[in-house]
């Protein structure tokens, strides 16, 4: 009876565990412009990801060789992606660090550009966005994950 209560007992601990890794609650999503862009132009893209509150993720220069970095990384065809630019995290001291880490945290944007070619020969563009994170609290970190995020717009 004893053994039963005790496998019971680790199953739960093993079952909320397992909850907590794959319920964090970020979320990634993503625009380019106005949903449109011209033929031969170019327009905004943003990519974000929400971290809700009482988490924070690594930013992508965390300070850390420990610390995973958030990337975005970004994919398309027939039309040409820049880079995305970065924006500056927080230092924020842990106890289990004696130095800081840069961290992200609230709402997080990335921008990047998108140029559509004179002779691009559809009438939408897709950009696609993996964006890669590892999310925290102030005393656990959890297994790294990756959002994929699909962006549209027209080609007028």
């Known amino acids: 009876m004893k053994n039963a209560i005790y496998c019971v007992a680790i199953f739960l ?11 964090h609650g ?5 625009s380019i412009g106005n949903g449109t862009v011209a033929r031969g132009g170019s327009a905004r893209g943003t990519v974000v990801l929400s971290i809700p509150a009482g ?4 930013s ?3 300070n850390s060789e ?8 970004l994919t398309a065809t027939g039309v040409r992606v820049t880079g995305v630019t970065y ?9 289990f ?8 945290e609230g709402r997080v944007t990335f921008p990047f550009t998108v140029r559509v070619p004179a002779n691009f020969r559809g ?8 964006v890669r994170y590892q999310a925290c609290t102030d005393e656990v970190c959890y297994p790294p994950r990756t959002q994929n995020v699909t962006m549209t717009a027209r080609v007028r």
């Not at 970020?26 to 993503?30: M, N, P």
């Not at 924006?87 to 106890?95: A, D, L, S, V, W």
């Not at 660090?97 to 992200?104: G, K």
């Open 55 to 58: 988490l924070h993720v690594n």
């Open 66 to 73: 420990y610390a995973i970095p958030t990337t975005v990384r």
């Open 13 to 23: 601990g093993i079952s909320l565990f397992a909850g907590a890794e794959t319920s």
């Open 87 to 95: 924006p500056r995290g927080r230092n924020k001291r842990f106890q």
């Open 60 to 62: 992508n220069r965390p």
């Open 123 to 130: 009438n939408t563009i897709t950009v696609r966005a993996a």
């Open 97 to 104: 660090s004696p130095d800081t880490i840069n961290v992200y």
């Open 26 to 30: 970020q979320t990634a999503s993503g």
